[in-house]
């Protein structure tokens, strides 16, 4: 069996950009995750500890969020090396940010960045 948690567009606000005016007033950022976790201990068990809290990995993403950088491709480098450190029964990220609206002169409702990685990749 493969089995994935998933958080779909988290919603943050923060100051990540290249442009001087991006990093001063914000913007904001989705985020979406899917994690290959094995849950079936957790399938028998109904124990929380037996499988990874979303609501963990929502803060360690906004902590990550919290802190400004001119690319999303480093915010996504922090997001994916925080959640393998901090939950080791992870073996699989894909994540996707996205800033909304982003200040580049185009009718566009966001544009990101969109990583997989396994674990020790």
Avoid: W
């Avoid at 901090?86 to 699989?92: A, R, T, V, Y």
């Amino acid at each position: 069996m493969t089995s994935y948690i998933f958080l779909d567009t988290l919603r943050f606000f923060a100051h990540h950009g290249v442009g001087e005016q991006e990093t001063v007033v914000g913007n904001e950022f989705t985020v979406s995750l899917r994690l290959q976790v094995d849950i079936r201990r957790a399938a028998e068990t109904d124990d929380v500890a037996d499988t990874v809290s979303y609501a963990d990995v929502h803060t360690a993403v906004k902590a990550e969020m919290d802190i400004p950088s001119k690319l999303l491709e480093h915010v996504c480098g922090r997001i994916i090396n925080r959640l393998f450190h901090d939950f080791p029964q992870i073996e699989e990220i894909t994540l996707k940010l996205a800033k909304r609206n982003p200040p580049m002169g185009a009718d566009i409702e966001a544009a990101g960045v969109e990583i997989c990685q396994r674990r020790g990749e």
